[in-house]
Protein backbone atom coordinates (compact mmCIF):
# COMPACT_ATOMS: atom_id res chain seq x y z
CA UNK A 1 0.00 0.00 0.00
CA UNK A 2 1.17 3.35 -0.84
CA UNK A 3 1.69 5.83 1.51
CA UNK A 4 2.91 9.38 2.46
CA UNK A 5 4.88 10.95 5.15
CA UNK A 6 5.73 14.41 5.10
CA UNK A 7 9.39 15.76 4.82
CA UNK A 8 10.78 17.18 7.93
CA UNK A 9 12.75 19.29 5.84
CA UNK A 10 10.48 20.77 3.27
CA UNK A 11 7.23 19.12 4.28
CA UNK A 12 6.26 17.83 1.24
CA UNK A 13 4.80 14.35 0.76
CA UNK A 14 7.16 11.74 0.33
CA UNK A 15 5.57 8.39 -0.92
CA UNK A 16 6.39 5.31 0.90
CA UNK A 17 5.31 2.02 1.04
CA UNK A 18 3.36 0.61 4.06
CA UNK A 19 3.12 -2.98 4.84
CA UNK A 20 1.87 -4.83 7.92
CA UNK A 21 4.13 -4.79 10.73
CA UNK A 22 5.59 -8.41 11.40
CA UNK A 23 5.35 -9.43 15.42
CA UNK A 24 6.03 -12.20 17.99
CA UNK A 25 4.17 -12.98 20.70
CA UNK A 26 5.29 -16.01 23.10
CA UNK A 27 2.78 -18.72 25.15
CA UNK A 28 5.31 -19.74 27.90
CA UNK A 29 4.19 -22.70 28.97
CA UNK A 30 4.68 -22.86 33.18
CA UNK A 31 5.77 -26.05 35.16
CA UNK A 32 2.61 -27.46 36.67
CA UNK A 33 2.11 -27.46 40.68
CA UNK A 34 1.15 -30.11 43.18
CA UNK A 35 -2.49 -31.74 43.14
CA UNK A 36 -4.34 -29.27 44.83
CA UNK A 37 -2.21 -26.09 44.02
CA UNK A 38 -4.91 -24.73 41.21
CA UNK A 39 -2.02 -25.51 38.63
CA UNK A 40 -2.04 -29.11 37.77
CA UNK A 41 -2.47 -28.27 34.72
CA UNK A 42 -0.99 -26.45 31.82
CA UNK A 43 -0.08 -22.67 33.00
CA UNK A 44 1.03 -19.67 30.64
CA UNK A 45 2.62 -16.77 31.49
CA UNK A 46 0.63 -12.90 30.39
CA UNK A 47 1.53 -9.75 31.28
CA UNK A 48 -0.66 -6.34 32.09
CA UNK A 49 -0.32 -4.01 29.39
CA UNK A 50 1.27 -0.40 30.70
CA UNK A 51 0.39 1.17 27.31
CA UNK A 52 -3.02 0.98 25.37
CA UNK A 53 -4.82 -1.19 24.69
CA UNK A 54 -4.92 -1.67 28.29
CA UNK A 55 -5.58 -5.75 29.48
CA UNK A 56 -3.82 -8.88 30.08
CA UNK A 57 -1.71 -10.06 26.93
CA UNK A 58 1.05 -12.84 25.83
CA UNK A 59 4.19 -10.76 26.06
CA UNK A 60 5.59 -10.10 22.72
CA UNK A 61 6.53 -7.38 20.28
CA UNK A 62 7.61 -6.10 17.04
CA UNK A 63 10.42 -7.98 15.02
CA UNK A 64 13.78 -5.94 13.76
CA UNK A 65 14.99 -5.68 10.33
CA UNK A 66 17.65 -8.67 10.33
CA UNK A 67 16.03 -10.60 12.92
CA UNK A 68 14.96 -13.99 13.18
CA UNK A 69 11.04 -14.72 14.76
CA UNK A 70 12.97 -17.05 16.79
CA UNK A 71 15.74 -14.60 17.61
CA UNK A 72 12.70 -11.81 18.02
CA UNK A 73 10.45 -14.44 20.49
CA UNK A 74 13.54 -15.09 22.84
CA UNK A 75 14.55 -11.54 23.04
CA UNK A 76 10.61 -10.11 23.79
CA UNK A 77 10.16 -12.81 26.35
CA UNK A 78 13.02 -11.86 28.26
CA UNK A 79 12.22 -8.03 27.81
CA UNK A 80 8.92 -8.50 28.96
CA UNK A 81 9.21 -11.09 31.18
CA UNK A 82 12.82 -11.01 32.47
CA UNK A 83 12.70 -15.13 31.58
CA UNK A 84 14.68 -17.08 29.89
CA UNK A 85 12.89 -19.61 26.93
CA UNK A 86 13.60 -22.15 25.06
CA UNK A 87 11.29 -22.42 22.10
CA UNK A 88 9.70 -25.62 21.68
CA UNK A 89 7.34 -24.41 17.97
CA UNK A 90 5.12 -22.32 16.51
CA UNK A 91 1.20 -22.34 17.43
CA UNK A 92 0.64 -20.29 13.93
CA UNK A 93 0.49 -17.07 12.26
CA UNK A 94 -2.40 -14.32 13.25
CA UNK A 95 -3.24 -11.73 10.43
CA UNK A 96 -6.77 -10.43 11.00
CA UNK A 97 -6.27 -6.38 9.85
CA UNK A 98 -8.30 -5.41 13.25
CA UNK A 99 -6.38 -7.90 15.19
CA UNK A 100 -4.72 -4.31 16.65
CA UNK A 101 -6.52 -1.05 16.93
CA UNK A 102 -3.78 0.72 16.29
CA UNK A 103 -1.99 -0.45 13.02
CA UNK A 104 -2.24 -4.02 10.79
CA UNK A 105 0.12 -6.17 12.60
CA UNK A 106 0.99 -9.93 12.07
CA UNK A 107 1.89 -12.19 14.56
CA UNK A 108 3.80 -15.28 14.53
CA UNK A 109 2.88 -17.18 18.20
CA UNK A 110 5.35 -19.47 19.19
CA UNK A 111 4.82 -21.66 22.37
CA UNK A 112 7.96 -21.97 24.50
CA UNK A 113 9.09 -23.41 27.80
CA UNK A 114 9.87 -21.00 30.76
CA UNK A 115 12.63 -20.85 33.06
CA UNK A 116 13.91 -18.41 36.33
CA UNK A 117 10.36 -16.70 38.32
CA UNK A 118 8.67 -14.23 35.88
CA UNK A 119 8.75 -10.75 36.74
CA UNK A 120 7.32 -8.14 34.81
CA UNK A 121 9.69 -5.27 32.97
CA UNK A 122 9.41 -3.26 30.22
CA UNK A 123 6.19 -2.67 28.61
CA UNK A 124 4.51 -5.09 31.35
CA UNK A 125 2.98 -3.34 34.23
CA UNK A 126 2.46 -6.66 36.11
CA UNK A 127 2.53 -10.47 34.88
CA UNK A 128 0.69 -13.71 36.57
CA UNK A 129 0.57 -17.32 35.65
CA UNK A 130 -2.93 -18.12 34.23
CA UNK A 131 -4.36 -21.95 33.88
CA UNK A 132 -7.15 -22.35 31.25
CA UNK A 133 -9.38 -21.91 34.10
CA UNK A 134 -8.51 -18.78 35.79
CA UNK A 135 -7.73 -16.58 32.49
CA UNK A 136 -8.36 -13.28 33.16
CA UNK A 137 -11.23 -11.38 31.52
CA UNK A 138 -9.87 -8.36 30.14
CA UNK A 139 -7.54 -9.57 27.48
CA UNK A 140 -5.74 -7.53 24.58
CA UNK A 141 -5.79 -7.86 21.37
CA UNK A 142 -6.95 -11.27 19.43
CA UNK A 143 -4.99 -13.32 22.24
CA UNK A 144 -8.22 -15.01 24.14
CA UNK A 145 -8.29 -16.45 20.71
CA UNK A 146 -5.23 -17.62 20.48
CA UNK A 147 -5.20 -18.93 24.10
CA UNK A 148 -8.39 -21.13 23.28
CA UNK A 149 -6.62 -22.17 19.85
CA UNK A 150 -3.49 -22.85 22.40
CA UNK A 151 -5.40 -24.94 25.05
CA UNK A 152 -8.06 -26.52 22.45
CA UNK A 153 -5.50 -27.57 19.72
CA UNK A 154 -1.98 -27.48 20.48
CA UNK A 155 -2.12 -28.81 24.50
CA UNK A 156 -4.07 -31.74 23.65
CA UNK A 157 -1.47 -33.14 21.36
CA UNK A 158 1.46 -31.86 23.36
CA UNK B 1 15.47 -0.34 12.75
CA UNK B 2 15.97 2.87 11.59
CA UNK B 3 16.32 4.22 8.00
CA UNK B 4 16.64 6.73 5.73
CA UNK B 5 14.67 7.90 1.99
CA UNK B 6 16.09 10.22 -0.03
CA UNK B 7 13.61 13.22 -0.02
CA UNK B 8 12.10 13.85 -3.93
CA UNK B 9 11.39 16.98 -3.44
CA UNK B 10 14.32 18.66 -1.40
CA UNK B 11 16.99 15.74 -1.47
CA UNK B 12 17.46 15.60 2.09
CA UNK B 13 17.35 12.48 4.33
CA UNK B 14 13.94 11.49 5.89
CA UNK B 15 13.75 8.79 8.50
CA UNK B 16 11.79 6.38 8.36
CA UNK B 17 11.21 2.87 10.28
CA UNK B 18 12.38 -0.21 8.67
CA UNK B 19 10.70 -3.56 9.63
CA UNK B 20 10.68 -7.13 7.44
CA UNK B 21 8.68 -7.68 4.89
CA UNK B 22 5.93 -10.17 5.48
CA UNK B 23 5.05 -12.36 2.55
CA UNK B 24 3.06 -15.73 1.55
CA UNK B 25 3.86 -18.32 0.31
CA UNK B 26 1.17 -21.35 -1.07
CA UNK B 27 2.31 -25.24 -1.69
CA UNK B 28 -0.55 -25.75 -4.39
CA UNK B 29 -1.47 -29.67 -3.91
CA UNK B 30 -2.34 -31.66 -7.29
CA UNK B 31 -4.33 -34.37 -7.29
CA UNK B 32 -2.49 -37.64 -7.51
CA UNK B 33 -1.91 -39.70 -10.85
CA UNK B 34 -2.88 -43.19 -12.19
CA UNK B 35 -0.39 -45.49 -11.48
CA UNK B 36 2.69 -45.25 -13.85
CA UNK B 37 2.15 -41.28 -14.49
CA UNK B 38 5.05 -40.43 -12.08
CA UNK B 39 2.21 -38.59 -10.21
CA UNK B 40 1.27 -41.16 -7.95
CA UNK B 41 2.18 -39.26 -4.96
CA UNK B 42 1.99 -35.40 -4.00
CA UNK B 43 2.23 -33.31 -6.38
CA UNK B 44 2.96 -29.45 -5.84
CA UNK B 45 3.20 -26.06 -8.29
CA UNK B 46 6.10 -24.34 -9.09
CA UNK B 47 6.99 -20.91 -11.07
CA UNK B 48 9.63 -20.38 -13.00
CA UNK B 49 10.43 -16.76 -11.76
CA UNK B 50 10.77 -14.04 -14.41
CA UNK B 51 12.57 -11.97 -12.19
CA UNK B 52 15.83 -12.17 -9.84
CA UNK B 53 16.71 -14.19 -8.01
CA UNK B 54 16.19 -16.68 -10.83
CA UNK B 55 15.00 -20.00 -10.67
CA UNK B 56 12.04 -22.23 -9.76
CA UNK B 57 10.04 -21.28 -6.61
CA UNK B 58 6.46 -21.71 -4.68
CA UNK B 59 3.75 -18.90 -5.85
CA UNK B 60 4.21 -16.43 -3.19
CA UNK B 61 4.39 -12.41 -2.84
CA UNK B 62 3.92 -9.35 -0.45
CA UNK B 63 0.91 -9.19 2.04
CA UNK B 64 -0.48 -6.32 1.36
CA UNK B 65 -1.90 -3.49 4.26
CA UNK B 66 -4.86 -4.76 5.44
CA UNK B 67 -5.40 -7.90 4.27
CA UNK B 68 -4.71 -11.24 5.72
CA UNK B 69 -2.44 -13.23 5.08
CA UNK B 70 -4.90 -15.97 4.20
CA UNK B 71 -6.17 -13.48 1.57
CA UNK B 72 -3.13 -12.72 0.68
CA UNK B 73 -2.32 -16.46 -0.70
CA UNK B 74 -5.69 -17.04 -2.23
CA UNK B 75 -4.77 -13.81 -4.34
CA UNK B 76 -1.17 -14.43 -4.92
CA UNK B 77 -2.18 -18.30 -6.26
CA UNK B 78 -4.18 -16.81 -8.29
CA UNK B 79 -2.07 -13.77 -9.61
CA UNK B 80 0.86 -16.38 -10.49
CA UNK B 81 -0.98 -19.72 -11.11
CA UNK B 82 -4.19 -19.03 -12.47
CA UNK B 83 -5.52 -21.36 -10.36
CA UNK B 84 -8.38 -20.90 -7.13
CA UNK B 85 -7.09 -22.87 -4.05
CA UNK B 86 -8.25 -23.76 -1.09
CA UNK B 87 -6.43 -23.59 2.10
CA UNK B 88 -5.95 -25.81 4.06
CA UNK B 89 -3.48 -25.06 6.93
CA UNK B 90 -0.21 -23.55 7.46
CA UNK B 91 2.79 -25.01 7.75
CA UNK B 92 4.98 -22.45 9.44
CA UNK B 93 6.65 -19.24 9.00
CA UNK B 94 10.22 -18.88 7.78
CA UNK B 95 12.08 -15.63 8.83
CA UNK B 96 15.96 -16.18 8.47
CA UNK B 97 17.39 -12.57 6.83
CA UNK B 98 19.41 -14.14 4.37
CA UNK B 99 16.67 -16.39 2.85
CA UNK B 100 16.40 -13.30 0.25
CA UNK B 101 18.72 -11.89 -1.12
CA UNK B 102 17.36 -8.56 -1.93
CA UNK B 103 15.88 -7.74 1.53
CA UNK B 104 14.40 -8.90 4.66
CA UNK B 105 11.46 -10.88 4.19
CA UNK B 106 9.07 -13.09 6.70
CA UNK B 107 7.21 -15.83 5.10
CA UNK B 108 4.16 -17.79 6.02
CA UNK B 109 3.89 -20.40 3.82
CA UNK B 110 -0.03 -22.16 3.12
CA UNK B 111 -1.00 -25.31 1.98
CA UNK B 112 -3.89 -25.46 -0.45
CA UNK B 113 -5.35 -27.65 -2.48
CA UNK B 114 -5.77 -26.67 -6.25
CA UNK B 115 -8.65 -26.04 -8.72
CA UNK B 116 -8.17 -25.90 -12.33
CA UNK B 117 -5.32 -26.07 -14.93
CA UNK B 118 -2.00 -24.23 -13.76
CA UNK B 119 -1.05 -21.60 -16.09
CA UNK B 120 1.85 -19.14 -15.74
CA UNK B 121 0.96 -15.39 -14.95
CA UNK B 122 2.39 -12.13 -13.47
CA UNK B 123 6.19 -12.73 -12.59
CA UNK B 124 5.95 -16.54 -13.26
CA UNK B 125 7.52 -17.17 -16.89
CA UNK B 126 6.72 -21.01 -16.23
CA UNK B 127 4.64 -23.75 -14.38
CA UNK B 128 5.30 -26.98 -13.95
CA UNK B 129 3.56 -29.40 -11.37
CA UNK B 130 6.44 -31.92 -9.16
CA UNK B 131 6.75 -34.56 -6.84
CA UNK B 132 9.39 -35.21 -4.47
CA UNK B 133 11.21 -36.95 -6.85
CA UNK B 134 11.10 -34.33 -9.87
CA UNK B 135 12.13 -31.41 -7.92
CA UNK B 136 14.17 -29.34 -10.00
CA UNK B 137 17.62 -28.36 -8.99
CA UNK B 138 17.69 -24.56 -8.97
CA UNK B 139 15.09 -23.70 -6.54
CA UNK B 140 14.86 -19.99 -5.39
CA UNK B 141 14.81 -19.00 -1.47
CA UNK B 142 14.44 -21.10 0.91
CA UNK B 143 11.86 -22.72 -0.73
CA UNK B 144 13.98 -26.14 -1.14
CA UNK B 145 14.08 -26.66 2.59
CA UNK B 146 10.51 -25.71 2.62
CA UNK B 147 9.25 -28.56 0.55
CA UNK B 148 11.65 -30.43 2.55
CA UNK B 149 9.81 -29.66 5.56
CA UNK B 150 6.42 -29.95 3.45
CA UNK B 151 7.44 -33.69 2.27
CA UNK B 152 9.04 -34.65 5.79
CA UNK B 153 6.38 -33.60 8.34
CA UNK B 154 3.11 -32.36 6.83
CA UNK B 155 2.54 -35.04 3.94
CA UNK B 156 3.18 -37.91 6.40
CA UNK B 157 0.71 -36.73 8.70
CA UNK B 158 -1.76 -35.34 6.06
Redesign the interface.
Known amino acids: ?K?Y?E????G?P???Y?????TVDIIIEMPAGPPGSGREEGAVVLIRRRNPPHGWALPGG?????????AAAVREAAEETSMKVRLVG?L??Y???ERDPRH?T?T?VFVARGEGRPRAADDAADIGVFTRETLPEDIAFDHAKILRDYFERWLPKD
Do not use: T, W
Not at 7 to 10: A, E, M, R, S
Not at 18 to 22: E, G, L, Q, V, Y
Not at 62 to 70: C, H, K, M, P, R
Open positions: MDLCPHCRVRVRNPFPFVDYGESLEQGASDPHIV
